[in-house]
C-alpha cells in the first residue's frame, strides 16, 4: 500500500510547544498528529452513525404511533418539576 500524506499546516509557536511539551518517550510529533487524526476521524464516523441510528429510531416510533413529541414530554417534566418545587420544604434561616 502507497502512503499518502496529510497538508502541512501552519499552528501559533504556543500549540506546536504544547504538542511538543506532550509528547511520550519516543513519539515524534508526526506520529502525534497522525494518531490525532485518526482518533479525529474514527470520531466523527461514531458520531455519524449516532445520529443516523438516532434518527432511524425517531422516524420507527413515528411510523409505530408510539411517538411522544418533545413538547409534550417537556410540559409533563416541567409540572412534575413545578409539584416537586412547591412540595420541597422551606429552609429556615439561623442567625449567626
Do not use: C, W
Not at 23 to 30: A, D, I, K, N, P
Not at 55 to 64: D, N, P
Not at 78 to 89: F, G, M, S, T, Y
Amino acid at each position: 500500500m502507497k502512503t499518502a500524506t496529510l497538508p502541512s499546516l501552519r499552528v501559533a509557536p504556543e500549540l506546536r510547544k504544547a504538542a511538543e511539551a506532550v509528547l511520550q518517550e519516543g513519539e515524534t510529533l508526526s506520529s502525534f498528529v497522525e494518531e490525532s487524526v485518526r482518533r479525529q476521524v474514527e470520531f466523527r464516523y461514531a458520531q455519524q452513525a449516532f445520529i443516523a441510528r438516532g434518527l432511524a429510531s425517531a422516524e420507527a416510533a413515528r411510523k409505530s404511533g408510539n411517538h411522544v413529541p418533545a413538547g409534550e414530554v417537556l410540559a409533563k417534566l416541567e409540572k412534575r418539576l413545578d409539584r416537586a418545587r412547591k412540595a420541597k420544604p422551606k429552609r429556615s434561616v439561623r442567625a449567626k
